[in-house]
């Protein structure tokens, strides 16, 4: 079963590049034929001269992207895009959203949703799409949600998962908030999952775990390629016996998307070290996975810097009041998470501090909130690794802020005009403004309501 | 790859022009070693086998560089400047068609540029824009290079600015504006000011505003430190910033020094758009990022460096540097202090080897510094562009929305007002065909209207506003 991805804007081709960088290492990297094989297979295309072409199409509204990443791959050999599996423009969407959504993406759906077609016609059979973009410019977020959309008409039984980088809080992009806004708004419908990177987590892990000194973006974009990567590769669902599960997107929305207005997902991993430590470090099962529950349930992306302190409420027997766990500062409480465990002696790994009730809310039981997939085939490099994707609390905060000060804009009218000129009314702004608050207060709501027996207030 | 084509009207807009063309051309030149017609190329310039006839109706694409034609047309009222630059080294890079003149020039009067000349070459006008835009593939943006002290570049200029707007109206119009000083030889200078002015406001995208007074200032700093024999300060004598040299023309004209600034300017502006970077910024991302309100589009440029020392300190300290020098007064090319007025928005453009975690620092460090308005607090649009200035391993141009440009504004109002209460050489206006009474009045208020808008804003500047209240949902 195939996967097919799709790359939208600077962001979207510059980590999908990274992405299928990653997993063809990984996949060359090992001695297992069997994972090997079936990575290839869900990933790349091969062609009658045995090359690896990548089942990827890449859109933007401007060449040099596209053109480079074209040249690097096919300068590297080991595997390439398609000829025709590009499609790009002059102009750009200079950061405008409804410059994308609006006037580039109608005008070009024709062309673009043939590429897919096509690309979605080598496939013997599709098992889902990606789709990868930011949501911080005009190209990923505005083309990307219009894609989507069409993605959604023309598959309506395949799974979309959207894979969205969000921008550093300063400094990236001066309308990033609305764009955010715009983008999240509509993919909360038409979307499946959306899994979600923050580039400032991602900046921190690159700068205290790799200690990589001046960071780039292509540092960032490969952090990111990396946990993706460990994310799709080929693993061993609990039913399936040996043979690596042919569904991997759809088992992770049914693992993780219970209910359909709580669909944002986060990646943890561990352990994430620079290329220079790996040969000192020793790594055990106990201790990975003793602190990757931390980093959940505290709510932090990395091994350093973890708040010990936040602990589990201790649940009380039916009946009686539970404590106001749910209002405990720093705990996170998750929906469903997912748990994948990649390398050495992964059938001795203990896990059950993962399927304890007190880390679920509670209208979902404990077993069914956690799903767990494993493969004996190390990745990228690590003997071992842990991967946790949660459908948890943690976004809800970084959400909260982008739609705050998007808000704040807002109520200045400041750039409104700059939306106005291509056809997104003021109207459109206050139907995504109150569709995301919506999710918000019914992501937080779901954990407080439900917890104690009180009116909740 | 997008083209710009750019318009130099009048004497001080062709002067200008010039130098960015010379500038333009080492840079290319310096990274295009093959002499290969590349794509950073034909955002400027067209490649024209001249040897097929006049016109330049045989463009041709890829392959090697042939006859580079400066996309380009060039206005001028009096033959003087567009003759130097015919007889000069640069002028293979024009032909014939792209040059619009004329004998008598315009006076130092408004009036006459705008509407004598503005009707008289209206159509010869529009023809040579339409044609610069067919020989571009995909066209993004007219830079409009003028001055609006005078007569030819602040009257003519401001008429060529409507025809773009009514002719290409989804094209992007950046004007870059050289403002007089208080000292401007020509008396009438405050008039064509501000009536120019409202023009800008009306039909501009993106107003990049110099002051004459901040050039000189910056020159004459330059001069000094290289010849204050400072161990240590010596000028890198390639430094494109402030000298023409190593370029094609010869030997440096007064102005050129100051010209050269703006000409950079330019150049730092067009450069995410012609090479490549880990973060692109596209010129129609500019005033996307930095123009919250149609009318408050005037943007202050600030350039760093603006000399290289030949001592070399620890990369970092230095890159540092550079970020602290754009928002102090020295850098900045009008005769104000952002730092002590409000913050719309900023966009800073980065050259050369710097990574996005020393961007990130760096904005970190100058934040608290930085008054910004509320609603606006990371406020910051920044591009990141692999290849350099020629002579310089990085540079940044910051690009401020700041309500610092309204000082700038009132001292025009007030020397416009000093003549007008008198009605000083108003009767060269009015005998003008097209000019009337209202066209002061409708001018001065367009002008104070601007004024009110930014102190409004001001007004917010050290009050706590609080933030919106959020939407209540009904569960």
Redesign the interface.
Known sequence: MSIVTVQLGQCGNQVGQELFEVISNDANDTQRKVYSECSSERFFNETANRELVARSVLIDMEPKVISQSIAKTAKSGKWRYGDRSHFSQKQGSGNNWANGYCVHGPRHEEVVMDIVRREVEHCDCLAGIVAMMSVAGGTGSGVGTYVTQCLRDAYPNSFILNHLTWPYGTGEVIVQNYNSVLTLSHLYQLSDAILVHENDTVHKICAQLMNIKHISFRDVNKVIAHQLGSVLQPALTGDSHGIYNRNPIGELMSSLVCHPEYKLLSVCNIPQVSSSSMAYSMFTWPGLLKHLRQMLIANSKMEEGIDWQVRAPSLQPEGIKRTGSHRRPGFNTSLANLLILRGKDVNNAEISGFQHPSLYTPWLPADEAFSMWKTPVPFNKYEKSAILVSNSQTLLRPLDNMVGKAWNMFASRAYIHQYTKFGISEEDFLDSFTSLEQCTSAADSVVVAWRSSEPWS | ??QSVVVQVGQCGNQVGCRFWDLALREHSHVNKKGIYD?ALSSFFRNVDSRRGVGGSCDITGGRIQSLKARAVLVDMEEGVVNEILQGPLRELFDSTQLITDVSGSGNNWAVGHWTYGSAYREQIVDQLRRAAEHC??L?CFFLIHSMGGGTGSGLGTCVLKLLEEEFPEVCRIVTSVYPSAEDDVVTSPYNSVLAMRELTEHADCVLPVENQSLVDIVNKIKHMSHSGKPGSVIKKDSAIISGQGGVSGAEKPFDAMNNIVANLLLNITSSARF?G???M?L??I????????RLHYLVPSLTPLYTLADVNIPTRRLDQMFTDAFSKDHQLIRADPKHSLYL?CA?MVRGNV??????RN??RL?PMLPFV?????????GLCSVPPVGHSHSLLALANNTCVKSTFMELRDRFTKLYRKKAHMHHYLHVDGMEQGCFTEAISSLSSLIEEYSQLDATKDRLMP??A??N?A?
């Open positions: 790859m997008t794509e593939d995909c993004q490549e880990s973060l692109n596209d129609n991302e005033a996307m990022n930095l123009v919250p309100f149609p928005a800073l990574q996005v975690s020393d961007l990130r904005i970190e934040k509320s609603w606006n607090q990371e406020g910051w649009k920044t933030d919106a959020r939407l949902i569960t």
